[in-house]
């Protein structure tokens, strides 16, 4: 069992930069693949990054390739977002998932475990 508090969602203008954080409790966050989602209104839950258990694999969506780096620390249980040239159209909530899975997946019905979300918002 693995909860999962987000923070860092804010107000940002076009091109501007956001850190999402992600803090997890439990004792095994080590043995999760951790990943972040996002989902606009009116649009289904999409795939943003996923990082492995090590940090040594990460995985981007294509439209955020190259501007977003996820990245983790398992001492502190922390997996993060750095979001750099920021587009009205991800204005979302981000929402962080945590999986015992080995690889992780694009489809969020394959997340076991979820934060609240955290508000992301990109004025034009």
């Known amino acids: 069992q693995v909860q999962l508090v987000e923070s860092g969602g804010g107000l940002v203008q076009t091109g501007g930069s956001l850190r999402l954080s992600c803090v997890a409790s439990g004792r095994t966050f080590s043995s999760y693949v951790m990943g972040w989602f996002r989902q606009a209104p009116g649009k289904e839950r999409e795939f943003v990054a996923a990082?492995?258990?090590?940090?040594?694999?990460?995985y981007y969506a294509d439209s955020v390739k190259g501007r977003f780096t996820i990245s983790r620390d398992n001492a502190k249980k922390t997996v993060n977002l750095q979001m750099d040239i920021l587009k009205p159209e991800e204005t979302a909530v981000y929402y962080c998932?945590?999986?015992?899975?080995?690889?992780?997946?694009?489809?969020?019905?394959?997340?076991?475990?979820w934060g609240q979300g955290t508000q992301v918002t990109v004025s034009s």
């Open positions: 998932a945590a999986d015992s899975s080995y690889n992780p997946s694009r489809y969020s019905t394959d997340w076991a475990y």
């Open positions: 990082i492995s258990w090590t940090g040594g694999s990460r």
